[in-house]
């Protein structure tokens, strides 16, 4: 299960510098570790580089997101990438830990498309021994919460690719909205694919929490 993961090559790329939300708080430092139903978010690690090789490479995993890295050297820079995006303000990637383990299998980002996390932009990528488990529920709904609550996102919206119907029945199924076709927006392997826009406005969100929603 996976939809719109298109950071992986940020950590090769040369960013020119960005302004930093004026705003700090503890996440900048550290990512919280934040516990569900059968699952923990937490920081990436170095050591989550070989695990997320050989899961987010699977072709299956990997067919609707951007190439991720191919060596375990990849990931470890794309980890550490991530980590200094997160100092920045601008970026976060959460591990996926399924109760009883304790290395990653798969990631949830989250990453600012106005500069200060007013609307915010979503992806995952998760093992595909983990579909269908109730694992990627209960890591949606602590990202979602993540998102609105800490780190104060309006609307958050999410990109999946036509095709993938596993992705965004999933983006239904937490509450999702969608909003249209974005016509050829998503090259993979040499060829431009439709991609369903999806959002969720913070105070939906909320709402969806107090009624209980599908989500909990």
């Given at each position: ?58 072709p299956e995993v990997a067919r609707f997101i951007s190439p991720p ?9 794309f980890i550490a990438w991530a980590r200094q995006e997160r100092g ?129």
């Amino acid at each position: 299960m996976d939809i719109a993961v298109r950071e992986w090559s940020g950590y090769l790329s040369s960013i020119a510098p960005r302004q930093a939300p004026e705003t700090t708080s503890d996440w900048r430092m550290r990512l919280p570790v934040m516990t569900g139903a059968g699952v923990t978010l937490r920081e990436l690690r170095t050591s989550d580089a070989p695990a997320l090789l050989a899961l987010l490479g699977e072709p299956e995993v990997a067919r609707f997101i951007s190439p991720p890295p191919t060596t375990v050297e990849g990931f470890e820079r794309f980890i550490a990438w991530a980590r200094q995006e997160r100092g920045a303000g601008r970026y976060i990637c959460f591990a996926v830990v399924p109760q009883g383990m304790d290395t990653a299998v798969g990631i949830f980002q989250i990453r600012q498309l106005d500069g200060q996390f007013g609307t915010a932009e979503w992806g995952f990528a998760l093992g595909r021994s983990l579909w269908g488990t109730g694992v990627f529920r209960a890591a949606a709904r602590l990202t979602v919460d993540f998102a609105f609550d800490t780190l104060g996102v309006h609307r958050l919206e999410a990109r999946a690719a036509v095709g993938n119907g596993r992705g965004n029945g999933a983006l239904a199924k937490i509450g999702a909205v969608r909003e249209g076709v974005l016509r050829r927006s998503f090259l993979r392997h040499g060829q431009y694919h439709d991609q369903a826009l999806w959002s969720i406005v913070r105070d939906d969100w909320r709402r969806q929490r107090q009624m209980g929603a599908a989500v909990h």
